[in-house]
T-cell receptor, first 116, second 116 residues
Framework: DSGVTQTPKHLITATGQRVTLRCSPR?????VYWYQQSLDQGLQFLIQ???????AKGNILERFSAQQFPDLHSELNLSSLELGDSALYFC???????????????FGAGTRLSVL | AQTVTQSQPEMSVQEAETVTLSCTYD???????LFWYKQPPSRQMILVIR??????QNATENRFSVNFQKAAKSFSLKISDSQLGDAAMYFC?????????????FGKGTKLTVNP
């Protein structure tokens, strides 16, 4: 068990809908990362938050947004869903110190999103 | 931008034998971190081993070791005494140590099959 909790494990929804994925980081970790894993794109970084503030954005669509709350849990919101958004969405957490070799990212079990 | 290439989509090994998974990367930075993650059928991303680029000594974790060739930008993973539980997707990942995000850049992965 990595200590990172993601809910729900599975999500099935229809095109055009909006969903929220939730992530609770490991105790003490300040950084949360979101990744998308799909067959055609592989594992891609979406966005990172550090202690409530956005630190970096990757290949995240404008229809997607995220936030990190004061208790450090994070939510990824996906709206106007399309078939191509079907993927495994991972959350990872780390202490968030840039030059710290021990700044290892620990991954949650992922949320499998199916858009029908 | 940094890129990571895993040239072997699939590999197989006999139980108790040794297998090496290849990874090359492209970067202009001199200081960075490299990782191997394992993704078994359960989908969980599990850290196998990590290497700091400023360290010349190759990292080792029990049956897992790396061959880090900084000049060649190569980072291969050797699994000794392969076990059935080693069967999984293996992903090589790069992380910058400089300003900006601590995001991971992943290769496409290598599927390892362990034959009894």
């Amino acid at each position: 068990d990595s200590g990172v909790t993601q809910t729900p494990k599975h999500l099935i929804t229809a095109t055009g809908q909006r969903v929220t994925l939730r992530c609770s980081p490991r105790s003490g970790d300040l950084s949360v990362y979101w990744y998308q894993q799909s067959l055609d794109q592989g594992l891609q970084f979406l966005i990172q938050y550090y202690n409530g503030e956005e630190r970096a954005k990757g290949n995240i669509l404008e229809r997607f947004s995220a936030q990190q709350f004061p208790d450090l849990h994070s939510e990824l919101n996906l709206s106007s869903l399309e078939l191509g958004d079907s993927a495994l969405y991972f959350c990872a957490s780390s202490v968030g110190e840039r030059r710290e070799p021990k700044n290892i990212q620990y991954f949650g079990a992922g949320t499998r999103l199916s858009v029908l | 931008a940094q890129t990571v290439t895993q040239s072997q989509p699939e590999m197989s090994v006999q139980e108790a034998e040794t297998v090496t998974l290849s990874c090359t990367y492209d970067t202009s930075e001199s200081d960075y971190y490299l990782f191997w993650y394992k993704q078994p059928p359960s989908r969980q991303m599990i850290l196998v081993i990590r290497q700091e680029a400023y360290k010349q000594q190759n990292a080792t974790e029990n049956r897992f070791s790396v061959n880090f060739q900084k000049a060649a930008k190569s980072f291969s993973l050797k699994i000794s005494d392969s076990q059935l539980g080693d069967a999984a997707m293996y992903f090589c990942a790069y992380r910058s140590s400089q300003g900006g995000s601590e995001k991971l850049v992943f290769g496409k992965g290598t599927k390892l099959t362990v034959n009894p």
